[in-house]
């Protein structure tokens, strides 16, 4: 045998050795490759690539811990009480309660301060676009468009007597139109579309505290606090009325899971309850009694859970539906709760304590530093920074037993965000 012949016959041996060494590498990198659940992304048209379907390898976006971005000091503010944020431009609305203006707020830095009416109060903003509604006790509801305060909706008397002191209002995707309740005049639902009035709705009934709108329906729930009544609306006509115990102070509504729930700031003996589950099908109430009384609620559409505050007790309660599911300890007196329902995460405000408790998935996860007497919560769905109102007052009782409250500055917002594995 030549050297040559040797040396061909070595040749081929070598690269069989090789070809059976690759071959069942490149198989099981393709195999692994298909078993992943991926996007398969196809070449252009007329590609000469052989390989014409490819996998996109990718993960789940995952939540990690909030952190600490800082304390945003609130030029002029007194006693902001809450904020809100717009799901569509992430602008955040704190309404600064004794000195009659709103700061605004964006990718957790300040980036304005608007004078508005008197006692600005609570925030709701549109689904759909940059529309806010900021409601001022003693001054119309100011209708912001983003950052610029573009009109001003006041009361238009049409019952005996007239009415106003706007509390709360709430955008209807479905028709368009803007839900705003009145505290005076024995309550009052004032029906707007734009920035027109079509329709008082003459409740009658005392004080009404929050309107919710589910959208899907568009049927409107307003909660009475003096009678414990919760009024359906349906365009401009009351068409349901549910007995649902004394004293329901805050909505939430959950359209995903079918229920609304009711936070009971003054239960009493004949409805001793603190907290009320509605059936949205069925229009069937469910009554717990967890403390001697509520404030807040918040609801998690992904888990189907619902938070609400019980100051009294230093505890939130967690429910699932008409479900009690448990208690959880918080700090000294928790007053607001909001959900950042792609992490699972539960902020709640504890007042006197100066801190927030965070929950996931109805149980204990951390509790976070923030300023003084933090109050209200918002979570910014877009960058999923959180906002926490800390009002920085105290209260003061002379000789007559007559008490006020003091506002202090610098007022302060207490910025976290939820960072992401992206």
Request: hydrophobic residues 40%; contains cysteine.
């Amino acid at each position: 045998m030549t050297k040559f012949t040797s040396f061909a016959i070595h040749s081929k041996k070598t690269l069989l050795t090789v070809f059976t060494l690759i071959v069942p590498l490149f198989i099981f990198v393709i195999l692994s490759a298909l078993s992943q659940t991926n996007t398969i992304q196809a070449q252009p048209t007329g590609s000469t690539n052989a390989f014409l379907y490819l996998p996109l390898v990718s993960k789940p976006v995952t939540y990690l811990a909030p952190e600490f971005v800082g304390n945003v000091t609130l030029p002029g503010a007194l006693c902001p009480q809450e904020v809100g944020v717009n799901p569509t431009t992430g602008i955040a609305y704190v309404a600064n309660h004794d000195s009659n203006n709103v700061s605004l707020l964006k990718d957790g830095a300040l980036i304005g301060t608007v004078t508005t009416g008197e006692w600005p109060t609570l925030i709701s903003s549109s689904p759909l676009d940059n529309r806010s509604y900021v409601t001022n006790l003693h001054g119309g509801v100011s209708l912001f468009q983003g950052d610029q305060l573009t009109a001003t909706i006041m009361p238009a008397p049409a019952t005996p007597g007239g009415y106003g002191e706007p509390y709360a209002a709430a955008y209807n995707p479905v028709n368009g139109y803007t839900y705003i309740i009145h505290i005076g005049g024995g309550g009052v639902v004032q029906v707007v579309n734009g920035t027109q009035t079509i329709a008082n709705i003459p409740l009658l009934q005392g004080w009404i505290l929050d309107v919710k709108i589910d959208p899907t329906t568009g049927l409107v729930y307003v909660a009475n606090w003096e009678r414990g009544l919760l009024f359906v609306i349906q365009g401009t006509s009351v068409i349901n009325t549910l007995p649902i115990g004394w004293g329901p102070d805050k909505l939430a509504l959950d359209e995903t899971h079918r229920y609304i729930y009711a936070a009971h700031s003054s239960p009493n003996s004949q409805y001793p309850h603190n907290i009320s589950v509605t059936n949205l099908d069925t229009n069937q109430v469910t009554s717990i009694s967890t403390a001697n009384a509520s404030r807040r609620v918040a609801v998690d559409r992904l888990s189907g859970l619902a938070y609400v505050t019980n100051p009294d007790a230093d505890t939130v309660s967690v429910l699932q539906g008409p479900s009690l599911l448990g208690n959880v300890p918080t700090g000294n007196v928790p007053w607001g709760v909001a959900v950042h329902e792609a992490s699972g995460y539960a902020f709640v405000t504890n007042k006197f304590s100066n801190t927030v408790t965070v929950l996931r998935r109805g149980e204990f996860v951390s509790t976070l530093p923030v300023g003084d007497d933090p109050i209200g919560v918002a979570v910014d769905v877009l960058s999923n920074y959180v906002y926490v109102v800390n009002e920085t007052s105290y209260d003061y009782c002379n000789s007559l037993n007559q008490c006020y409250k003091v506002c202090q500055q610098p007022a302060s917002v207490s910025v976290y965000q939820i960072p992401t594995n992206e």
